[in-house]
DNA sequence: CGATATTGTGAAAGCGTTTTCAGAATTCTA
DNA sequence: TAGAATTCTGAAAACGCTTTCACAATATCG
């Protein structure tokens, strides 16, 4: 397999099978019909001259980059990830590509990895979280297609992927009440700072409207703030306990928190669930081996990516795809225990 | 902030600032030297038209795609994504984009996604584990600088960037016995499959040299095969306990197989580190927030990636960067205990 | 102060495709 | 079977940049 395709170029294709480039153009892109004879030749002389169109130069010439743009806010979280291999997957088989770009949840490095992508000339758009405003992804779409996972905007929503969070807190909370908890913490994250997190917001007030409709007060001492991160659960699980208002369960915001919170209570000699239950979100690949596996409510990360994919395409293509939210559901394993 | 730059060129901005297309390019590029006066005409031409260069036609024109392609394996594996993340922040800053493809530990995908790559015209090469034979490799290497990453190919050795993994082996093994245990059971991954784990093999054998060395008997029914997954981790302690050998710690070739294998032993009652200890290689994330915090044998997984992208701009530049191995060191934490 | 370097600049020729346009060849229709 | 409709095909003009070349305009030297 020689590499030193580097010159062969469709002109060299073209006089090799004795017709202009314009035809070897035909039938690499299958844009008109092409006599057989013809096109036997070419074909055999690509596969001789072991030739590799440019690319750059059918970009220019056409105008498609034939790329997708991936916006994350974090590669190496396992959610995101989740949703990566999800895209990955839902544009195998297309003829496009995806460029992934890294906004770290900062406003800043967002904005310019968007940009990036853009003179990147891409094709389409995907968004996974992030804190872009409503107005900006708005003048995007003018121009570029887009798709937005894992947040919900209300001005474009016909464009977003995301499961109904609240329903995931309430849920979450709910089965706990069901389990017999009364005393139920909460670990939720900071909405102020701008990290942009309705998701988490959300889940919250899940949280706090199962408490109210089964009549059960929401008492903000058993209320922390992390980050999304383990260690801000083990933080978490400390200043609970340092508060000294009783629990028998924890709902974290998400999977890692959770972990955090499992491994506190582990130094704590607190046990898992005899003690004290543990809920999660996300339902993360480690959640189901974690000790002990992880009750969870379950966003579909993967389908999401998948469905953010094919819907990309199909908004490129001139379609209008209906989105609908994804359902969270409780994935019930051991980390909770009926109160007595 | 428009995006309507759709059609903006260097042409409008040669004729806004009254030079010509090509003294615009040089300052663009800063090529050449541009008369301070033309210079700030230019740079104000660009803002208030808000030009953005054709990336395309650079590419086209120069021959450089400004692209770094970087070949995984795993999307989603907590270690590889290690990689990637240290690839990203030593792009950073530079002009350099990564382009990511996923080989998926199957030959056939890797040599797509390669062929893809190159198709991009990429500028370097950063390969991640993998199974791309030596010759394949060296014949790339003709054409475009390359890097290989946790993987190590003697005849471009010069090129590869990996951790001693025979080390990581006989360290984490050569810990367990000095902490008093002599039925020391291991769960490794097939090396005959083609799923190319040299890697693994390498840890196997630090694990039966420390043996040795010890004077201890390498028994065949302590060792298993998993498949590097959590899950596996699970099967490989169903099966160790089925074979009824007695043994008081495990050495997982990697952190998923000892999670899982932690699990398994959760679910059979057996404590861990009280009855059993566990030792993993990887030192993932979530190694430090298992319950107990495990013990394992950290592999820099970012750092390599950081030196990584730092070498195949190096290499881009014409330099040749001394790429020495990594050391894999052990990280003590509470997932062994001593025996008694 | 004329000859020689140096510096800044524009014209124009690529880079390797796609695509429009028009004409040639073929097939169809009445 | 003449004319109309279809199919194929090639020439040539983009696409938006970079870069070579040559030539002014300056600066430098003996």
Redesign the pocket.
């Known amino acids: 397999m020689t590499t030193e395709n580097k ?5 060299h294709i073209a006089k090799m099978a ?9 039938v ?2 299958g ?5 057989e ?3 036997t030749a070419i074909q055999q002389a690509i596969e001789e001259l072991q ?4 690319i750059f ?2 970009s ?4 498609q980059s034939m790329t997708i743009g991936v916006l994350t806010q974090n590669f190496g979280s396992p959610f995101y990830d989740g949703i990566l291999q999800g895209i990955l997957q839902g544009l195998e088989g297309s003829d496009y590509w995806p460029m992934f770009a890294d906004g770290r949840w900062y406003e800043k490095v967002e904005k310019h990895a968007l940009h990036l992508l853009l003179d990147r000339r891409v094709d389409g758009l995907i968004i996974i979280g992030g804190q872009l405003d409503a107005e900006m992804l708005h003048s995007i779409l003018k121009t570029t297609p887009l798709v937005v996972v894992a947040r919900e905007i209300p001005p474009i929503r016909n464009r977003c992927l995301y499961v109904n969070n609240y329903e995931a807190g309430y849920a979450a909370t709910r089965y706990l009440i069901d389990m017999g908890h009364r005393h139920i913490a909460h670990i939720t994250a900071p909405t102020i700072n701008k990290i942009a997190i309705d998701d988490v917001e959300k889940r919250f007030e899940g949280y706090k409207q199962a408490l109210i409709d089964a009549s059960l007060p929401i008492d903000p001492h058993l209320i922390v703030e992390g980050n999304l991160l383990q260690q801000s659960g083990v933080l978490a699980v400390e200043m609970l306990l340092s508060r000294g208002r009783p629990f028998s369960a924890i709902f974290a915001a998400n999977d890692q928190m959770a972990f955090g919170a499992r491994l506190a209570l582990y130094r704590r000699g607190i046990r898992v669930p005899e003690d004290v239950s543990l809920v999660g979100v996300d339902d993360e690949p480690s959640a189901a081996y974690i000790v002990p596996p992880l009750t969870t409510v379950r966003q579909p990360a993967v389908e999401m990516g998948q469905v953010a994919a094919k819907a990309i395409l199909a908004f490129i293509n001139g379609k209008t795809p209906e989105l609908t939210p994804f359902k969270a559901h409780l994935v019930v394993r051991e980390s909770v225990s009926r109160y007595r």
Chains 1, 2 share one sequence.
């Open positions: 010159k062969v170029t469709i002109t004795n017709v202009s480039p314009s035809t070897v153009s035909r690499l892109r844009s008109a019909e092409v006599s004879a013809k096109r030739y590799r169109p440019n130069a059918q220019l010439a056409s105008g």
